[in-house]
C-alpha cells in the first residue's frame, strides 16, 4: 500500500508562489507515474500536473501551464509542485496520487492511492 503526505499548502496573495511537496512510502517511486489533483468547493475534483516515472515527461491542465511546474527526486521519494503566479481561481485543496497501474493519466480514477490533501488559498 503506497502512503502519501502533501505539504507546503498555505495563504499567498495573487501573484505570488507556493511548493507543493508530496513525500511517498511503501512503493517503489521510481517505477510509477505521479499525478497533482485539485478540488475547489462545490466542484469535482479535477488533474493539475502529472509527471512519468523518471521525471523525463510531463503533462499540465491548460489552466496551469506555463505557471505550475511538477517534477519529481526519486532519491527523495518526493514529487513536487512549483505554483507561480497564482491566481483566486487555483484556490482549492491539493492532492498528489499515485496511478493504479503506473502510467500518467489525467483521470483520476485511474488514481488508487492519495495523500490527505493540502489547502491552497489564493487572496485577491
Known amino acids: 500500500q503506497v502512503q502519501l503526505v502533501e505539504s507546503g499548502g498555505g495563504l499567498v496573495q495573487a501573484g505570488g508562489s507556493l511548493r507543493l511537496s508530496c513525500s511517498v512510502s511503501?512503493?517503489?517511486?521510481?517505477?510509477?507515474?505521479m499525478g497533482w489533483f485539485r478540488q475547489a468547493p462545490g466542484k469535482e475534483r479535477e488533474f493539475v500536473a502529472g509527471?512519468?516515472?523518471?521525471?523525463?515527461?510531463?503533462y499540465y491542465a491548460d489552466s496551469v501551464k506555463g505557471r505550475f511546474t511538477i517534477s519529481r527526486d526519486n532519491a527523495k521519494n518526493t514529487v513536487y509542485l512549483q505554483m507561480n503566479s497564482l491566481k483566486p481561481e487555483d484556490t482549492a485543496v491539493y492532492y498528489c496520487?499515485?496511478?493504479?497501474?503506473?502510467?500518467?493519466?489525467?483521470?483520476?480514477?485511474?488514481?488508487?492511492?492519495w495523500g490527505q490533501g493540502t489547502q491552497v488559498t489564493v487572496s485577491s
Open positions: 496520487a499515485a496511478p493504479r497501474l503506473g502510467f500518467v493519466s489525467r483521470d483520476p480514477r485511474d488514481f488508487g492511492s
Open positions: 509527471i512519468n516515472y523518471s521525471g523525463a515527461s510531463t
Open positions: 511503501g512503493r517503489t517511486f521510481s517505477s510509477f507515474a
